[in-house]
């Protein structure tokens, strides 16, 4: 129950002024400037733009800031935005077979064509603390050898695979995806929505998730056939102009696992894929989504249904939101006190009937 | 405000150019090479939203991955020629600059802002392209077996 209460304002007031001074913290420290952040925080840049589902560095690493680095927050933020956003159409499918790699590796194929280009990565670090970086200093070259561009496009590793007939084909199809932004999200959830969904799901969760597949839950059997970073181009079609252009690049993190597949009523024995795609740098999301959106297809690829939580959609989708989430769990701490008070009653009521009864019984 | 023009590759090409331009660099290039022309706004700059797309592997059906964030206008020369921009981002400067350069591309101008914008544009843009892929490259692993002892 909600009822309109008064007499909260100077102490909200108050309460905002002070929030301010805090996220500014030691004024006799420089101030972080949103640049900053969008240059140096980029990978928590990237997560706030994948689950605010809007990709703008700039708005992002603002939104860290006035969050004072709460990313939840900060995805609030950012998706609090998009509703005022004017939709101006959508893009024709980004095509990440054309992507410019930063970073592409398979763990399946040793000599995959292309070859496995590491990127800057957190592998083979040894996760020690770095004192260097607590100390000021000039920004480092990238180090190696100038080496030959790597040629481009780089290949899929799926293709190969797909030459013998050992995976599954994801044959082009051209049906317009649902959009839960527009409607909302609802049971049975096709492919399409649940990648949608999954792409702006929480990273934490989404890990969990596939986490509890790997540990054997809906055990599916992943490798990474595929990870690659790097940037594609996004093309839309002008409406006014009647062809399309490419109106801008994004880094994309695309996932493409290839699970162990013995085969069942409806479908021989072959590789089956998983697929994760996500804003920006993001391999932990795009992994985990890939091994989740495997774990949700057990329908369609006629697995049993072993009653493990990744399996079931509803359960995926309508929890892995963190916005949906933190709005409902963070409601119960706002004013409650007629709830309550009725709570209250109820139990006093109760109390007093047991003590009636019991001196009845005397 | 539908114009009626064909697919021009060309023009695509330079739109393309133009919308993936760092901040600021159209504006520079053509303020280096020419007094902006005098125009009328047909659609003032306004931000809005494009939903990006993927396909589920990569080569399947379609899929919503999420929105990015666009700012387009279009405008109208004295001459009657009409400039678009479709820039990701919020810049206005960049996509009135880009919209200009659209315009002034249809002109007798062309000539003079391909050499002066559109190519020093196409260079930074490959020799950005070729400095990150180089820098891939060096990161790419060199398998070599170690000798088995095997006799």
Redesign the interface.
């Given at each position: 129950m909600y009822v309109a209460v008064k007499g909260g304002e100077r102490a909200i007031e108050n309460a905002h002024g002070w929030l301010a001074e805090e996220r500014r913290g030691d004024p006799g420290l420089a101030e972080l400037s949103v640049a900053q952040i969008r240059e140096q925080l980029a990978l928590a840049v990237n997560r706030v733009?994948?689950e605010g589902?809007?990709?703008?560095p700039?708005?992002a690493a603002l939104a860290i800031k006035q969050a004072r680095g709460d990313l939840i927050e900060a995805i609030f933020l950012i998706r609090a935005y998009?509703t005022t956003?004017?939709?101006?159409?959508?893009?024709?499918?980004?095509e990440?077979?054309r992507m410019?790699?930063?970073?592409r590796i398979s763990a399946t194929f040793?000599?995959v064509p292309g070859?496995?280009?590491?990127?800057?990565t957190f592998d083979y670090t040894h996760r020690l603390l770095d004192f260097k970086l607590a100390a000021e200093g000039e920004p480092p070259e990238?180090?190696?050898?100038?080496?030959?561009?790597?040629p481009?496009p780089v290949p899929?590793v799926?293709e190969f695979l797909n030459r013998e007939g050992l995976i599954e084909e994801?044959?082009?199809?051209?049906?317009?995806?649902?959009?839960?932004?527009r409607e909302p999200l609802e049971m049975p959830a096709d492919?399409?929505?649940r990648?949608?969904a999954l792409?702006?799901a929480d990273e934490g969760f989404t890990l969990s998730m596939a986490y509890s597949t790997q540990r054997g839950y809906a055990r599916n059997h992943a490798f990474v056939g595929e990870l690659r970073i790097?940037t594609v181009?996004?093309e839309?079609e002008?409406?006014?102009?009647?062809?399309?252009?490419?109106?801008?690049?994004?880094t994309?993190t695309?996932c493409?696992t290839v699970n162990q597949f013995t085969g069942s009523k409806t479908e021989p024995a072959q590789f089956t894929?998983g697929?994760g795609?996500v804003?920006g740098q993001t391999e932990r999301k795009a992994i985990s989504m890939a091994l989740v959106d495997r774990a949700l297809r057990w329908e369609e690829l006629g697995e049993d249904n072993v009653g493990a939580p990744a399996q079931d959609a509803e359960f995926v989708l309508y929890h892995a939101d963190n916005i949906q989430a933190t709005g409902f769990l963070e409601h119960i701490k706002l004013p409650h006190y007629v709830d309550f008070q009725s709570e209250l009653e109820l139990v006093r009521k109760l109390r007093r009937e047991a003590q009636e009864t019991r001196e009845a019984a005397e | 405000?539908?114009?009626?023009?064909?697919?021009?590759p060309d023009?695509?090409a330079w739109?393309?150019l133009l919308?993936?331009a760092p901040e600021g660099r159209v504006a520079a290039l053509l303020d280096a090479c020419t007094a902006r022309p005098a125009f009328t706004w047909l659609r003032a700059p306004?931000?809005?939203?494009?939903?990006?797309?993927?396909?589920?592997?990569?080569?399947?059906?379609?899929?919503?991955?999420?929105?990015?964030?666009?700012i387009?206008c279009?405008l109208t020369l004295d001459c009657g020629t009409v400039g678009?921009a479709?820039?990701?981002?919020?810049r206005k400067a960049d996509a009135e600059a880009a919209a200009l350069v659209d315009a002034l591309m249809q002109t007798e101008a062309a000539d003079g802002l391909h050499a002066a914008v559109l190519e020093p544009l196409r260079q930074e843009r490959d020799t950005a392209?070729?400095t990150?892929?180089?820098?891939?490259?060096?990161?790419?692993?060199d398998?070599f077996t170690m000798t088995r002892g095997e006799d």
């Open positions: 733009m994948a589902s809007l990709y703008d700039d708005l998009r956003l004017p939709r101006f159409g959508a893009s024709a499918p980004v990440t077979g410019a790699c930063d970073r040793r000599d070859g496995q280009i590491l990127g800057p990238a180090p190696g050898h100038p080496a030959e561009p790597a481009a899929r799926a994801a044959p082009r199809d051209d049906t317009p995806p649902p959009d839960l932004t492919r399409a929505l990648l949608q792409a702006r790097g181009p996004v839309m002008i409406p006014e102009l009647g062809f399309a252009v490419e109106i801008g690049e994004v994309l695309e493409e894929r697929y795609l804003f | 405000m539908k114009d009626t023009h064909q697919a021009d023009r695509q739109m393309s919308a993936k306004e931000t809005g939203a494009v939903m990006l797309r993927g396909r589920a592997g990569g080569t399947g059906a379609p899929f919503n991955l999420g929105e990015m964030t666009v387009r279009a678009h479709y820039v990701q981002g919020r392209r070729a990150r892929a180089a820098k891939a490259a060096a990161t790419k692993v398998f």
